[in-house]
């Protein structure tokens, strides 16, 4: 049983184009999160939801939507791709105000 | 702007060793230090974490070591294992809500 799952795992699209990615835990966590995971791994908090009210959005261009349906899932919505979104994406999850945050398998971007 | 270095950035042990990787922050406002391994293709696993409350904590051959005065932390892998070949990303937080990861160390256990 997976903790927390994310769709697509690879993504591959052109520039311009719109993307959305799922995530879902089975927890039964308040709060997650999305990252970004660069060419030099570098893992930075991109958004933070808890109870589906968004709570961290780290400078993050507009381009960028999340979208939280329920307690469950969070899904990244990207418009107008640009070749520097190309990165790993990994959503997350905790407790709320529980510091121990399980992280997703990773969604691959490639914009060409 | 980073708020969590980490050292080294790559690290070659031989199987039996001991790992050390090092990681330093300035936020004194940070009560939250996990340790996270990650391999090829995987998200991150959670390892380890520590709480300013204490100095050290130990999980089978994984110890964190931390040393408040001087906003220091730092990873000991006893007995290192091939299979212990990763990359290990420490990280802070204080919000309770967002980690700020450090840069990684890619740890190579030779046989």
């Known amino acids: 049983d997976t903790a927390v799952s994310q769709t697509p795992k690879y993504l591959v699209t052109q520039m311009g184009n719109d993307k959305s990615i799922k995530c879902e835990q089975n927890?039964?966590?308040?709060?997650m999160y999305w990252y970004k995971q660069d060419s030099k791994k570098f893992l930075k908090i991109m958004f933070s939801?808890?109870?589906?009210?968004?709570?961290i959005n780290e400078t993050v261009p507009n381009r960028f939507s999340p979208k939280s349906p329920d307690k469950a899932h969070l899904n990244l919505h990207i418009n107008s791709l640009e070749l520097g979104d190309s990165a790993v994406y990994f959503c997350?999850?905790?407790?709320?105000?529980?510091?121990?945050?399980?992280f997703g398998p990773g969604t691959r971007l490639t914009v060409t | 702007q980073q708020q969590v270095k980490q050292s080294p950035q790559s690290l070659i042990v031989q199987k039996g060793g001991i790992s050390i990787i090092n990681c330093a922050y300035e936020?004194?406002?940070?009560?939250?230090f996990p340790w996270y391994q990650q391999f090829p293709g995987k998200g991150p696993a959670l390892l380890i974490a520590?709480?300013?409350?204490?100095s050290e904590k130990k999980e089978g051959r994984f110890t964190i070591s931390f040393n408040k005065s001087a906003k220091q932390f730092s990873l000991h892998i006893m007995d290192s294992q091939p299979g212990d070949s990763a990359t290990y990303f420490c990280?802070?937080?204080?919000?309770?809500?967002?980690?700020?990861f450090g840069k990684g160390t890619s740890l190579l256990v030779t046989p």
């Open positions: 990280a802070a937080s204080s919000s309770g809500y967002a980690l700020n």
């Open positions: 939801y808890n109870n589906k009210e968004l709570i």
């Open positions: 927890l039964g966590h308040d709060t």
């Open positions: 520590i709480r300013p409350d204490v």
């Open positions: 936020n004194t406002a940070f009560d939250y």
């Open positions: 997350a999850s905790s407790r709320n105000r529980v510091h121990e945050q399980y």
